[in-house]
């Protein structure tokens, strides 16, 4: 993400575990990513600015959410209008996915656009990606 938007840009790099962000920010660092900045988020909510992000990508941790109507909501807030949110994360279908899948994914993809729907967003439609095998991805746009 920080080659796609070039220097000019600016990439936030989120998560709630301040391990996390102290790795995030070694890594950035190493690699000389002057345009990716290193934030600590909440359970609740990404702590962005409103109005602040073009789009938001969240990668095989949507299912971690325990609180995904106030994640929604705040990174709806941070989005700007007609920017998009992208969802990596695992299928969960019975009989098809791995037990883990089935044991630590909480919800299906179904239930997945129906939340991001109801905190205001609209479903682009799923992007096809060579090469993925247990995960789909999802646009949404904010309106």
């Known amino acids: 993400l ?11 790099a989120l998560d709630i575990s301040p391990d996390f962000i102290e790795a995030l920010g070694q890594r950035a660092k190493l690699l000389n990513l002057v345009q990716v900045e290193v934030r600590l988020s909440e359970e609740r909510s990404v702590e962005l600015p409103s109005l602040s992000v073009d789009a938001a990508f969240v990668c095989d941790t949507y299912h971690h959410l325990e609180y995904p109507q106030h994640v929604l909501f705040s990174l709806f807030k941070a989005i700007r209008p007609l920017g998009s949110l992208y969802v990596v994360d695992f299928e969960r279908i019975p009989g098809t996915s791995r037990q883990w899948v089935l ?23 799923e992007l096809p990606v060579t090469g993925l095998q247990e995960n789909y991805v999802l646009h949404f746009r904010r309106p």
């Open 2 to 12: 920080a080659e796609a938007v070039g220097v000019a840009g600016k990439v936030y």
């Open 103 to 125: 044991d630590h994914v909480r919800c299906d993809k179904r239930t997945v656009i129906k939340e991001i729907e109801q905190a205001g967003f609209v479903f682009e439609g």
